[in-house]
């Protein structure tokens, strides 16, 4: 009986031995993780899926070495997909750097383009990284190898002038099991109001409050569907156009969003085992 147990314990120990440690952990957490990244007046997202693959949507301001810095930080080796959500420079401006930092296999971003330097350097990187820009728009779904997730573009619906870019927005819609994302990017009430019509809006867990909180975004109605749980906004501390509203900050109590800002809590990380959500920040404001 003893050489039985003695046998089987070195089996168990053979197969413990072939299966990678990193693959049981990965297969018992199977957490989404969501990192609304400090960058001052501006917006960067990283965002793991449950299978390890990366996205990342924008790359904050004119120096993206503070996005580089924080992606490595994560280990990140390779991007799977990069959004643009809108060539404004406080969106963009940091990608170029990310483009050459790192191995990344897809690009997305509405057809409308700037004549903004941050733009051009965007378009110089895409183009010497080989790589060529995918059109984000109603109904493009991501091809994310881990099926666990869907991660789908609800805007914009349509196109929109030249010289309105914010409501050219990319919107992402991100669905874990039972726990919902949306990332508006600079979305204003006139894209809400287009999502509205189409009926492409519903109840989320997190939302990640549209331009920095201006009073064009976040509408009443907007909300009403959307009714977050918790709402993010990107924002730098004591900036110009006073982000965020008070306007903003209203509806967001109105409808009982427990609200996270980067300008006072730093950066904020989301996650979700499919079913509950769980929030850490930098600091406490």
Known sequence: MRQLKAVLSIIVTFVFMLVPTNSISNAATKTLSVHFINVGQGDSIYIKAPNGEDILIDGGNKDGSDVVAY????????????????????????????????????VYAPKVSHTTQAYKDFLTAVKKEKLTIKTAKLDVTLPLKDKSIKAKFIGPVKEYKTSDLNNWSAVLHINYNKTNFLFTGDAESQSEKDMLAKKVLSKVDVLKVGHHGAKETTTDAFLKVVQPKYAVISVGAKNSYKHPTNEVLNRLKNVKATVY????????????????????????G
């Open 71 to 106: 992606l490595k930080k994560q280990k990140v080796d390779d991007i799977e997909v990069m959004i643009a959500t809108h060539p404004d420079a406080d969106h963009i401006g940091g990608l170029d750097e990310v483009l050459y930092a790192f191995k990344v296999e897809s």
């Open 261 to 284: 800002r980067t300008d006072k809590h730093g950066s904020i990380v989301i996650s979700s085992d499919g079913m509950k959500i769980s929030i850490k920040t930098e600091k406490r």
